[in-house]
């Protein structure tokens, strides 16, 4: 089965959740603490790390995650208003 062709409409990215946003942010660190990591082992040990921390730092990291929606939301409103054909597909 072919894959969907994507097209860029200008709509904005949908946020990233909390778990993503430390994941890409702690990726140089955790690299650099862990060499010659493969994909799926990187994968997986932030899977394990994301779930033991304490949820006061999962919390920085929900607030962030929390921000970013709202921000999606006023920007896809926005992006909705000025391109109402493409908003109805």
């Known amino acids: 089965m072919p894959a969907k062709k994507k097209v860029d409409d200008g709509r904005p990215k949908r946020p990233q959740s909390a778990y993503f946003l430390w994941m890409n ?9 862990n060499p010659g990591m493969t ?40 992006w909705k208003a000025t391109n109402p054909a493409s908003a109805k597909a």
Not at 25 to 33: C, H, T, V
Not at 44 to 54: A, I, L, Q, T
Request: glycine share 10%; hydrophobic share 30%; with cysteine.
């Open 25 to 33: 942010g702690s990726r140089a660190k955790i690299n650099k603490e």
């Open 39 to 78: 994909f799926g082992e990187f994968g997986k040990f932030c899977g394990e790390k994301w779930k033991v921390m304490e949820d006061g730092e999962k919390q920085t990291w929900q607030k962030k995650a929390d921000k970013a929606k709202e921000d999606y939301a006023v920007a896809l409103e926005d």
